[in-house]
């Protein structure tokens, strides 16, 4: 087989930069393209035998149907979560690879990045010093050490959010679906997670089980002054509800790395421009909510591993039966794969 030939989609510089250096000898010919991959984009994948993505790319059934019509064989997410590919749909039709782990230090840190800046009110003091606004009025924070924070998923990123938060001297309780054996964590159940928390942090993927876990319903159940950090996706989070309870002065603190309408705004420059979405222009004018554009995983050692998996991930799926990091609907429903990596999914 001659090169193979990649269309990137959702490029940025960072992007074009870390896998340009991965793409050894120039082995993979890759081309960037700035948009994004959707229904009105699908055609420029024509002709390319790999189509690679980010969280942000729409690959639903009409997407799929049009990148198999045009011959691209594999769908290499450079992600870990899958939320936005119809695989049910893909089943059959066409392989998806992604790349599970790349560095999730860098996004258990930014979540303590996030809860630190929150209740220091670091954000604040750092707009006054720069206005030569020394007065510590409004900056009062709380000490985290002795505070009980409550984890959502403890897969790879949420047991390291775990390890640091031990660090600081704070109380653990985790919910899993599948709590991990021998662990020494408190595993509770979900509504003692509500209750309990000084702090709640989300560390799952999204489910359609999962979806809005965030409500009016389990706000209600919460504690007054509670802080919410999400770094997972932004639709574990019912925006609305979250808006509602930060008006009712129940939640103290919101620090969101992800925003579930985020598709519409976030990698993109709207300074100087007016924002149509009414609840996160709300939320983002709140003195008690931090908003990262989906950045929790922009570290440099992150954006080399995503880029050397990714490609080993094509190499792999062009090479051999195997393919390690491949998911599919089976997959999904833990243990279901007949295949799962020990052959390619079907
Ligand atoms: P992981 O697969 O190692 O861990 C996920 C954990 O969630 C597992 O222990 C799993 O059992 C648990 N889980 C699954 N379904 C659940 C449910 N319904 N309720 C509670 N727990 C459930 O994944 P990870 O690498 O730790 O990543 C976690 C999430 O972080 C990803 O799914 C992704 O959404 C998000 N993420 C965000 C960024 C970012 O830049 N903001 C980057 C990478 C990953």
């Known amino acids: 087989m001659g090169k193979i030939r990649i269309a990137f989609f959702d490029a940025k510089d960072y992007d ?21 991959l959707s229904e009105d984009t699908v055609k420029l994948a024509e002709g390319f035998d790999v189509v690679c993505v980010f969280v942000n790319d729409s690959i639903g059934a009409k997407v799929i149907d049009g990148l198999v019509n045009d011959g691209v064989k594999l769908i290499a997410l450079r992600c870990a979560g899958y939320n936005n590919v119809d695989i049910e749909h893909a089943y059959g039709r066409i392989h998806i690879v992604r ?20 209740v220091r009110k670091i954000h604040k ?3 006054r010093t720069r206005d030569f606004n020394f007065s510590l009025s409004g900056l009062t924070g709380f000490d985290l050490h002795g505070k009980t924070v409550g984890v959502i998923g403890t897969g790879k990123i ?14 653990i309780i985790a ?40 409500n009016d319903d389990t706000i209600a159940m919460m504690k007054k002054g509670v802080v919410l950090i999400n770094t997972s996706r932004g639709a574990l989070i019912d925006s609305n509800a979250l808006l509602r309870g930060i008006k009712d002065r129940k939640i103290g603190a919101a620090c969101l790395d992800v925003y579930e309408e985020e598709s519409d705004v976030f990698f993109h420059d709207f300074s100087g421009q007016i924002v149509d979405d009414d609840t996160l222009t709300r939320l983002i004018s709140m003195p008690n909510v931090i908003v990262t554009s989906h950045q929790a995983f922009l570290t440099g050692e992150a954006l ?19 393919c390690a990091n491949e998911i599919c609907y089976h997959c999904e429903k833990v243990g279901s794969c007949p295949q799962a990596h020990a052959h390619k999914c079907f």
């Open 16 to 36: 074009i930069e870390s896998f340009n250096k991965a793409n050894v000898d120039d082995r993979y010919e890759i081309t960037f393209f700035e948009t994004r």
């Open 99 to 118: 790349v599970p782990a790349y560095s999730p230090y860098a996004v258990a840190e930014h979540a303590i990045a996030l809860l630190m800046a929150s």
């Open 125 to 127: 003091a750092y707009d």
């Open 158 to 171: 949420g047991r390291i959010f775990i390890d640091i938060c031990r660090g600081f001297g704070m109380n």
């Open 175 to 214: 919910y899993d679906k599948y709590p991990a054996k021998d662990s020494g964590i408190e595993y509770v159940e979900l509504s003692e997670i509500w209750k309990r928390s000084d702090i709640i942090s989300f560390h799952c993927p999204l489910t359609d089980e999962n979806m809005h876990m965030v």
């Open 304 to 322: 080399a591993n995503i880029a050397d998996t990714t490609l080993a991930n094509v190499s792999e799926y062009f090479e051999n039966d195997v």
